[in-house]
């Protein structure tokens, strides 16, 4: 999980959200399989371990994943998938086909671990990740004769880099594999045994906005004009209760209340970056928005402001050309298609009950997921894993200097999301 900004607001206050109760409708009838699951899952959970405290102990930075794709390779390939290897980086993919017609579902695990102040560590939970999704290959693979079509199982490089994903599609993934649906899930500090989603944006939309002037006579004025211009985008009044951290969990503006706040909103970061050379100046801001609607309309917001200030006269007299707007730091957003999300959350809930959270708001810190463009061209879903025991000190926030997770996790993803794959394999 790429974490742009640190600390804005704590998605570890999820774990007090009322369980929400998810209508049990559309999930095929598999309490047999599902039951197999959960035994094959309880039988192996300590060799899971034995699994994630290897990779735990040996973190390979983006890019540098030689290690675990090979651990990762040997693994699928003695359980008898068939094994690509290579494909945008240190990838690992493993095919899991029945041998009778289906459809393809695929699942994503990050592989790749972050700088740490002692120097590398998997304190993003990608070594649980991929532990997971290994464990859900040596299960489905035991019920393989009551499958049916092609279980794709990615282990995907660099994602803290955000360029593991888009080398991956750039290098044949799309080739090699053509998953109908993909899925993927990542640690949160919700408490674990939790698992929750939502349609749409689970995270907020992030940008770095760029405003540049040619040929500037007044920068200290255009600069003032620039910041405030972008603060103006701002939708949430200062005195809002959205700024205080703890309604994240309130039960009725809440991430899990229908009618939350945290929805249909544009937050600008208040920090700004000023540089000037040769004649152009840029003024860049930090911008959030809940939706793809919100944040297209700040250019022409943007555009609009400037051109109705008491400046904009001498703007033109001077640049003799329209003022630019540009974007950096842009970046695909996990975007989760309605159709399934709702489909898979109320399949994981006829079999797993309360356990499953259906999300609302958007979450509003600068994360994201280079999943994300895996997600521009196959449809599917993104979820959020709680992975903490606050009773013992453990806290599963990603990027956090004493991120910490209970294990008991890899028992409940793995049971969750192999039974989500089993019921998307039966759901026509």
């Known amino acids: 999980m790429k974490s742009i900004t640190r600390g804005t607001f704590h998605i570890i206050l999820l774990c007090s959200l009322a369980l929400i109760s998810i209508k049990e409708a559309g999930a095929a009838d598999n309490a047999l399989i599902h039951q197999q699951i959960q035994q094959k ?8 371990v034995a699994v994630r405290n290897d990779l735990h102990q040996h973190p390979e930075l983006s890019g540098e994943e030689q290690r675990t794709a090979n651990k990762i390779a040997a693994s699928l390939t003695a359980l008898g998938l068939n094994v690509i290897r290579d494909i945008g980086g240190h990838s690992v993919i493993g095919v899991l086909d029945s041998g009778k017609p289906g459809k393809s579902v695929a699942w994503r695990a990050d592989i790749d671990a972050i700088p740490t102040a002692e120097g590398v560590g998997h304190n993003c ?24 079509g092609k279980l794709i199982f990615v282990f995907q490089p660099a994602e803290e880099t955000y360029t593991g994903a888009r080398a991956m599609l750039d290098e044949g993934f799309l080739t ?8 993927a899930a990542h640690i949160s500090p919700m408490p674990a045994g939790l698992v929750a989603s939502k349609s749409g944006y689970l995270y907020a939309d992030y940008r770095q906005v760029n405003l540049v002037f040619n040929n500037v006579v007044k920068p200290k004025a255009t ?4 910041k405030q211009s972008i603060a103006s985008l701002q939708s949430v009044a200062k005195e809002s209760p959205f700024w205080n951290t703890a309604n994240l969990m309130d039960p009725t503006i809440g991430l899990g209340h229908p009618n939350t706040i945290y929805q249909d909103y544009v937050v600008v970061e208040n920090r700004f970056n000023v540089e000037q050379a040769n004649g152009v100046l840029t003024v860049s801001g930090y911008v959030s928005a809940s939706s793809e609607a919100l944040m297209q309309t700040v250019n022409k917001r943007l555009r609009q402001k400037i051109a109705n200030s008491e400046f904009a006269a001498s703007f033109v007299e001077v640049n003799n050309q329209a003022t630019q707007l540009t974007y950096s730091l842009q970046r695909g957003n996990i975007n989760n298609a309605a159709h399934f999300t709702e489909q898979s959350l109320q399949s994981m809930a006829k079999v797993y009950g309360g356990s499953v959270l259906k999300l609302y708001g958007v979450i509003p810190d600068g994360r994201g997921d280079d999943f994300a463009y895996f997600q521009q061209h196959i449809p599917g879903t993104y979820f959020l894993l709680g992975g903490s025991d606050f009773s013992k000190g453990i806290v599963s926030m990603p990027h956090a200097p004493n991120f910490a997770v209970d294990q008991r996790v890899i028992e409940f993803g793995v049971n969750y999301f192999s039974s989500l794959l089993v019921e998307r394999l039966h759901t026509h």
């Not at 899952?41 to 899971?48: D, F, G, P, R, V």
């Not at 600069?223 to 620039?226: E, P």
């Open 41 to 48: 899952t309880a039988a192996i959970y300590s060799e899971l």
């Open 125 to 148: 939970g990608h070594d649980v990740h991929t532990t997971i999704a290994l464990g859900m290959a040596e299960v489905l693979y035991s019920l393989k004769s009551q499958l049916t």
């Open 176 to 183: 090699a594999v053509k998953p109908d649906e993909f899925y």
């Open 223 to 226: 600069i003032a004009l620039a």
